[in-house]
């Protein structure tokens, strides 16, 4: 069932009749009076499993009432109560109730101005708490000290699975210290952080492991530099677990991207690859072609906004051409000379005798989408409008 979106009073009419599976209050303003009467219901209520809040003015007081209603209800599996202001002390309400609750598997407390303290309040519960899997903290100040915290109760938790900590002040310190905790997590997210070289040695130390479970990893906006990219890419070399990998917004040196190829070239596992806006350079396309006539596993990968120009683009178009496995493929079509389209088109065109379908957005542009069909290939070649 979808995320329906009400008013507070249309959603209190139909949770008193539990005929709302899930609920989206976003944006209506319904502060701590809204919560504290949402919550009255919340807290018999027997149908609502879904709830987002995002962006109503709950602050601590609001965050309060909805906390207390979670120690008795025992349906709602996700609430998201992003951007309401919540700070240390609301999340400390939210912590005492996940203490009792036995139903809630997914918390998103994005941009709240949480720091330290309520991480240390959150870990705490997470100490005892036994069906939460996913936590997003993303957007936060919870830093090296909070990421501390977590790591000692994730060293204990069995639950979480997925945790979110883009954007948060963190360094080699607290990513360290996250790496060298005993847990079973399968996706994080790290991005917006400076990990630094120690904080990527760590990490290329749990993807190496024979026993990781990490299948989705986010590393966009890092700073990889040359050297953490090496260290990142013999890790991947052995990995077996990961499935996404993101390093969008990052500035990838050519050393860089001929690093990670190598590994793309033996690794079995992973199917998604995100390299959008990471100044590949026309040069950059030459060994993601030869990785791509190599790699067998490799679904989606995103090139988009880059700086991949109109020989960069006829290269790879080859490599796709010979690729079996490819089905999302994704590019900007803002550095292509508009005068060297029709012949990036006749290339497509004459390399993959079963062109389903060509979108043209202009003459004198780049398809906006190909269909491509060879064997048991579908090519979607998908640029920007």
């Known amino acids: 069932m979808a995320e329906q979106h009400h008013t507070l009073f249309t959603a209190i009419q139909g949770l008193k009749t539990n005929n709302l599976q899930k609920i989206s209050l976003n944006f209506q303003n319904i502060h701590a009076d809204g919560a504290l009467e949402l919550s009255e219901i919340l807290k018999f209520n027997s149908s609502l499993t879904s709830l987002n809040i995002t962006s109503n003015f709950l602050f601590i007081t609001g965050t309060k009432h909805l906390a207390k209603a979670l120690e008795f209800n025992n349906t709602l599996k996700s609430l998201d109560l992003s951007m309401n202001d919540i700070k240390d002390e609301g999340i400390s309400f939210l912590a005492s109730a996940l203490k009792v609750n036995k139903s809630l ?3 998103v ?3 709240n101005d949480i720091g330290t303290k309520g991480t240390k309040a959150l870990s705490s519960a997470l100490l005892v708490n036994d069906t939460l899997v996913t936590l997003n903290l993303d957007s936060n100040h919870i830093e090296d000290d909070g990421v501390i915290f977590l790591s000692e109760a994730l060293s204990i938790n069995e639950s979480l699975k997925n945790i979110h900590l883009q954007h948060n002040n963190l ?5 360290s210290k996250l790496c060298q905790s005993k847990n079973s997590l399968n996706i994080v997210d790290l991005g917006q952080n400076e990990i630094g070289l120690i904080g990527f040695s760590e990490l290329s130390k749990v993807l190496g492991r024979c ?3 990490i299948t989705d990893l986010s590393l966009s906006s890092t700073f990889i530099d040359p050297t953490s990219m090496k260290l990142l890419s013999e890790s991947l070399k052995i990995n077996t677990s990961l499935v996404h990998l993101a390093l969008n917004v ?3 040196t050519l050393a860089s991207v001929e690093k990670l190829c190598d590994c793309l070239k033996v690794n079995k596992t992973l199917k998604s690859l995100n390299l959008e806006r990471c100044h590949i350079s026309n040069e950059g396309s030459g060994p993601i072609s030869e990785a791509l006539e190599i790699n067998d596993s490799l679904v989606s990968i995103d090139l988009r906004y ?5 020989s960069g683009i006829v290269r790879l178009s080859q490599a796709l051409c010979s690729n079996n496995t490819i089905t999302h493929f994704r590019i900007s079509k803002g ?3 508009d005068e060297s389209a029709i012949d990036v088109h006749d290339l497509v065109k004459t390399n993959c005798a079963n062109l389903i379908k060509v979108y043209q957005q202009s003459k004198y542009s780049l398809d906006d989408l190909f269909y491509l069909n060879g064997c048991d290939q579908s090519i979607i070649y998908q640029g920007i409008r």
Not at 171 to 175: D, K, N
Not at 306 to 310: A, E, P, R, S, Y
């Open 335 to 337: 550095y292509i000379k």
């Open 109 to 111: 407390v994005q941009s």
């Open 306 to 310: 880059n700086f991949i120009g109109d």
């Open 171 to 175: 360094t080699s310190t607290g990513i």
């Open 250 to 252: 990052n500035q990838l």
């Open 211 to 213: 026993y990781c479970t």
């Open 105 to 107: 598997t997914t918390l």
